[in-house]
């Protein structure tokens, strides 16, 4: 008997393609659906995202978990993202949200207009909503599967750290991490076979946690680290796969005890048509609600107002023959060619003066202020014209410094920028200006 056990045993270890509880986690996309395009190796988004979990599924039984923070701020344009991301972790099968404080901070009206209708659960074993809003959270679930021929019971807790809310909502109440969890953990621990947190938390705190309560076997940590840290401490493992979806990571629990990998969302990942798609909708839905026309807009520095390069090269008639051979000049087509011109998230640094009245608006009312123009480096210059046809001096005017730059090349959009290098490459020909 002992030696068929054994023989038994061998067969079943040497079965590499055995089918395996496969727990995917992510979270803290904070409104990153897609990366931008704007840098050389872009990582991360929903579209390759499916993909590595369609080529993880095949015979594994996987069960995806997200941690918390779909989208960062709250405006129409993230509500309209949430609804997004919620429809792309139904679509890839995800089976619970964790609930995050920017989750909080969209509103528990919105969230319960979001999750009505979605088969994910709503995870937390520490926020309390008010009824009033119909929203169900679940302070734990539990998921039974088969896995050769005997059952296996997950039970999965999820937390929100009370120190990350800095207002009081009214309505919700968060109850301290560990006082909420202990009543749940002791009642769980006795039923399920694996216990796993989703402590949406810095990592240290996290870590605390673990020590608290040795019963979970993995803790899904995050909060605003950027890169993936994997701890083990004590019996547990705690791991944080980043923020902004770039690293998506893998626990089997079962047959290869710890067995945890973190996936970068790189190139080697296609994107997923279903996605794809989903992503069209969601641009679709921006330009059908007109969100560029919405933005909030200040007035300029000083009484100027925005002029067009037209209007700027009829005297520095040089700098905007240049001007237009730069990529500066066609950095709205370049938006249109990837079909984001109506994303107000991506227009700002690919037009002139998104933020200000009298700046962009739409290719329809302010043709001229399409791509970075002069006036993106030089301020509104409607001032400056009107001295220089006096044949006034253009004091203090148009100063461009790096500072500048930045505020489009920031280290999200543009990583390798230097000034020298950089100006270098558009530095406009000299030339004599007359008034
Ligand atoms: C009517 C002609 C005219 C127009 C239109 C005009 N400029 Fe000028 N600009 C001048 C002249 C002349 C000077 C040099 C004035 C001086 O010597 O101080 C100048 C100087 C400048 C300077 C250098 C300022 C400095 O510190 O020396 C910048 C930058 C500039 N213009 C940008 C622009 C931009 C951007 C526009 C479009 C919004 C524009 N100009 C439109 C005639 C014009
Ligand atoms: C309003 C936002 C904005 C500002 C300000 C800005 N850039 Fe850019 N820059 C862009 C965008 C967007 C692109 C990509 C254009 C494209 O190809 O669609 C770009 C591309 C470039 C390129 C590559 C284009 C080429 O023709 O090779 C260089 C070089 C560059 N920027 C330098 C600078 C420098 C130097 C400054 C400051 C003096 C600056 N930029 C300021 C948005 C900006
Ligand atoms: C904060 C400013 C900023 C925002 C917001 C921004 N971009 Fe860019 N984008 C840039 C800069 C700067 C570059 C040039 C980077 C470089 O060459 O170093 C660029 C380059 C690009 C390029 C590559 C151009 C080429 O062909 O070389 C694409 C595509 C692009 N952006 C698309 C987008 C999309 C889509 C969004 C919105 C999801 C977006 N950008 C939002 C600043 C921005
Ligand atoms: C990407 C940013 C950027 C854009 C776009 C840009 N400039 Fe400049 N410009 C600069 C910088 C940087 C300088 C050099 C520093 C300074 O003098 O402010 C400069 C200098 C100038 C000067 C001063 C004289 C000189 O050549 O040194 C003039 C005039 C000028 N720009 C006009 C224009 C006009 C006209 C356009 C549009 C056709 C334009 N610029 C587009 C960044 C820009």
């Not at 690293?247 to 080697?268: M, S, V």
Request: hydrophobic fraction near 35%; proline fraction near 6%; include cysteine.
């Amino acid at each position: 008997m002992r030696l068929l056990a054994l023989i038994f045993l061998s067969l079943y270890i040497s079965l590499p393609s055995y089918a395996e509880v496969t727990i995917i986690f992510s979270g803290e996309e904070s409104g990153y659906l897609e990366p931008c395009g704007c840098t050389k190796e872009p990582l991360g988004g929903i579209a390759k995202r499916h993909s590595l979990l369609s080529l993880q599924g095949g015979p594994n039984k996987l069960l995806p978990i997200s941690l918390g923070d779909l989208v960062g701020h709250v405006t129409r344009q993230n509500e309209i993202k949430m609804e997004t991301m919620v429809e792309s972790l139904r679509q890839m099968d995800y089976i619970l949200h964790n609930i995050g404080e920017k989750d909080i901070h969209i509103g528990p009206e919105v969230l319960s207009y979001i999750f009505y209708s979605s088969p994910l659960e709503l995870l937390s074993s520490n926020v309390l909503i008010s009824s009033s809003y119909g929203l169900k959270v679940s302070p734990f679930v539990i998921k039974e599967i088969e896995e050769g021929g005997t059952k296996v019971k997950i039970g999965f807790l999820g937390i929100l750290s009370p120190h990350l809310l800095e207002d009081n909502h009214k309505d919700i109440e968060i109850i301290p991490p560990s006082e909420a969890l202990r009543p749940l953990v002791n009642q769980l621990k006795d039923r399920v076979d694996l216990l796993i947190l989703l402590s949406h938390a810095p990592f240290e705190e996290s870590l605390n946690l673990s020590s608290i309560f040795p019963e979970f076997q993995l803790i899904v940590s995050g909060h605003d680290v950027d890169h993936p840290i994997v701890r083990r401490s004590g019996n547990t493992t705690v791991v944080t796969c980043g923020t902004k979806g770039k690293h998506i990571g893998l626990y089997q629990p079962l047959h290869k005890p710890g067995g945890l990998e973190i996936f970068t969302l790189d190139d080697r990942y296609h994107e997923s048509q279903e996605m794809l798609s989903l992503l069209q909708s969601y641009q679709q839905r921006l330009r059908d609600e007109d969100l560029l026309s919405k933005v909030e807009r200040q007035a300029p520095p000083g009484d100027a107002a925005y002029a067009g390069n037209i209007i700027c090269g009829t005297c520095h008639q040089a700098a905007f023959l240049h001007w237009k051979t730069t990529g500066h000049a066609t950095a709205y087509e370049t938006l249109v060619r990837v079909e984001h011109q109506y994303d107000p998230e991506c227009i700002s640094c690919h037009v002139t003066g998104l933020y200000y009245t009298t700046g962009f608006e739409s290719i329809e009312n302010t043709p001229l202020l399409k791509g970075v123009g002069c006036e993106a480096c030089h301020g509104p210059g409607s001032l400056h014209k009107e001295q220089a046809i006096k044949g006034l001096k253009a004091e203090g005017y148009g100063k461009s410094t790096a500072g500048t730059c930045q505020t489009c090349h920031d280290l999200e959009h543009g990583p390798d920028f230097h000034f020298e290098g950089f100006w270098q490459k558009i530095i406009h020909p000299k030339e004599e200006v007359k008034g």
